[in-house]
């Protein structure tokens, strides 16, 4: 079965500052994709980036980007120049084949000014 | 507008009466999902189908039932509700493709007392 670890149950970070989530995952598949959603208090579902397996190219959206290493199964977030809008739980998630998707238990952050 | 509606948003009711969550999407996805929320847990699945009357376990699947009649609608079913029911439950769909975006609806809070 796949599993997704985030080990950090909570992370801060001062606006403005850089900040990494981390995520690694365990699964024998070979072609698969890793999101992370972000979950603000409104408790809304928010995809902020996917990365397939197969792309050797780390995936980028804006301020957010994604450290890959498919041999250690890692799958790191990291927020560039924080916004207290940031400020959510943030949860890693794996998908292959026809399944839907397996969630880590999510990293809370915190955004000061 | 797209959009995946769940319907109640709170829900309160006592152990043993039945209830439904609805769940409907508009977007002619074929896949669609239920999980469960708890702290320090994550989401968790529930039941999930990739298509009309097609639906299979996931995680967590003990004391809930769903159906899928027809494409847009898949309401999650608890014939006997208990306190450890009591969660946050989403109902998300996506169309058919590995990479593709889940659409989450607004969250049910169920307390079962």
């Known amino acids: 079965a796949q599993t997704v670890t985030q080990s950090q149950p909570e992370m801060s970070v001062q606006e403005a500052e850089t900040v990494t989530l981390s995520c690694t995952y365990d699964?024998?598949?070979?072609?698969?994709?890793l999101f992370w959603y972000k979950q603000p208090p409104s408790r809304q579902m928010i995809l902020v980036i996917r990365?397939?397996?197969?792309?050797?190219q780390n995936a980028t959206e804006n301020r957010f980007s994604v450290n890959f290493q498919k041999a250690a199964k890692s799958f790191s977030l990291k927020i560039s120049d924080s916004q207290l809008g940031d400020a959510a739980m943030y949860f890693c998630?794996?998908?292959?084949?026809?399944?839907?998707?397996?969630f880590g238990k999510g990293t809370m952050l915190l955004v000061s000014p | 507008e797209a959009q995946v509606t769940q319907n109640p948003r709170y829900l309160i009711t006592v152990t043993g009466k039945k209830l439904t969550v609805t769940c409907s999407q508009n977007?002619?996805?074929?896949?669609m999902s239920w999980y469960r929320q708890d702290p320090g847990l994550g989401l968790r699945q529930i039941y999930y189908?990739?298509?009309?009357?097609?639906?299979d376990k996931g995680d967590v699947p003990e004391g809930y039932k769903v159906s899928r009649k027809e494409k847009r609608n898949f309401p999650l079913i608890l014939e006997s509700p208990s306190p450890n029911q009591t969660s946050l439950y989403f109902c998300?769909?996506?169309?058919?493709?590995?990479?593709?975006?889940?659409?989450f609806g607004q969250g049910t809070r169920l307390t079962v007392v």
């Open positions: 998300a769909s996506r169309p058919t493709g590995l990479g593709t975006e889940a659409f």
């Open positions: 699964t024998s598949e070979s072609d698969y994709y």
């Open positions: 990365q397939e397996a197969y792309k050797q």
């Open positions: 998630a794996y998908r292959t084949g026809y399944s839907t998707l397996t």
């Open positions: 977007m002619n996805h074929e896949y």
């Open positions: 189908s990739m298509n009309v009357e097609v639906t």
